[in-house]
């Protein structure tokens, strides 16, 4: 449908100035224009519209939001909504627009209006899956971390365990395997399934050790999984299994206390010992079976230009592993640790300077947030 008849004329030419202009053009100017002319042509604009809202609700290159964030994504999910169904990009417009708005939402604490806002991005991404035959379903994620904020913890665990199971086939790929490991034993740890929770850990620790055998990640990962792997079968009356948990971990702390990692790194495994100390720790952290709602916590980055770090809340110290926060930096505290852990008692943790293991993969979730 034409509006034409209901814009200024002028007002549509310089809509069209702008965008034909040389030189760069600012967020807010790029919105002002595709408002006008979305008003004109709707299926070239509306799409367009959509995503310059969320880029001018989120400063990419200042890390701040705009004063008007939830407005301007608002404002974007009703234009995603308002592309004519029959349109092939309709479907991936809208579910960024949501997703930059469910962030938000989580962010401000209004966490019924987000898991509501979640519960639509997965409806979509289970029929984008079913029409492409992709068994990785899109939302299943963000949808498993409001289910935790809620206290529902089974469903959840449920929702994660069809995910990974979904994604185990494809290897570690970008090293974000590892991170989905970690909140799928975080999720069965929750909901009190104990021996899968295990299970999971173990699939952790088999999958790091082929990754360090094959120098695609540190063997201080592998490493710290092992250690993290020790304390949870310890926490659940395994020690003979623990024991010889130890004793590999042991074997190969000293293969790195002798000759160093296999090759050099570019960043610190700092983040992944962290949040391995806090899934591997005491069953009475594990929540209760009944649905229990707890504070919100601020979110401490944005590192999607589509909106806020999403701030579902996960219960115990872990919560930030599956409610997509940034990992927690590593603390000189936890290293005495380090030789409880193992059974012996190394002069020094590993040095932070340049001769520290360190991986060269930005893409690598481990990695990523190291300090």
């Not at 809620?150 to 990974?164: C, I, K, N, Q, S």
């Not at 949870?232 to 206390?257: F, N, P, S, Y």
Request: glycine letters at 8%; hydrophobic letters at 40%; proline letters at 6%.
């Amino acid at each position: 449908m034409n509006h034409s008849g209901k814009v200024d004329q002028d007002d549509i030419m310089r809509a069209r100035n702008v965008l034909l202009a040389s030189g760069r053009r600012t967020p807010r100017e790029e919105v002002d224009a595709y408002r006008v002319l979305a008003q004109v042509s709707p299926a070239s604009y509306l799409p367009l519209l959509a995503r310059a809202l969320q880029r001018l609700s989120y400063d990419t290159g200042t890390g701040k939001k705009h004063a008007a964030c939830l407005a301007l994504c608002e404002e974007a999910v009703a234009a995603a909504r308002a592309i004519d169904p029959a349109e092939p990009a309709r479907a991936d417009v809208l579910y960024g627009a949501l997703n930059s708005c469910q962030r938000e939402l989580y962010d401000l604490g209004r966490r019924a209006a987000g898991l509501a806002m979640r519960a639509e991005m997965l409806a979509m991404g289970r029929a984008q899956a079913e029409r492409s035959g992709d068994l990785v379903v899109k939302g299943l994620h963000e949808w498993a971390a409001g289910l935790s904020g809620e206290g529902r913890y089974a469903e959840a665990a449920d929702a994660m365990t069809e995910l990974v199971a979904a994604i185990l086939p494809n290897g570690p790929g970008d090293g974000s395997l590892a991170w989905s490991l970690l909140e799928w034993i975080a999720a069965l740890h929750d909901a009190g399934r104990s021996g899968e929770a295990l299970a999971a850990f173990g699939t952790l620790v088999s999958t790091e050790a082929v990754e360090a055998a094959n120098d695609r990640v540190p063997m201080a990962c592998h490493l710290y999984s092992l250690i993290g792997y020790a304390q949870m079968l310890d926490t659940h009356g395994r020690g003979e299994q623990a024991a010889l948990v130890r004793q590999e971990a042991l074997a190969l702390l000293t293969e790195l206390a002798d000759n160093g990692e296999r090759k050099s790194w570019s960043g610190y495994q700092t983040s992944f010992w962290a949040v391995l100390l806090t899934i591997s720790g005491a069953e009475g952290d594990r929540p209760a079976s009944r649905v229990r709602r707890r504070e919100r916590r601020p979110c401490g980055g944005h590192p999607m230009p589509s909106g806020a770090t999403s701030t579902a809340v996960m219960p115990s110290a872990k919560r930030w592993t599956l409610s997509l926060r940034e990992p927690p930096r590593i603390r000189t505290g936890i290293w005495p640790s380090w030789s409880a852990c193992i059974g012996s008692s190394p002069s020094a943790p590993p040095s932070t300077g340049s001769s520290a293991p360190i991986c060269s993969r930005s893409t690598c979730a481990p990695c990523s947030t190291a300090g």
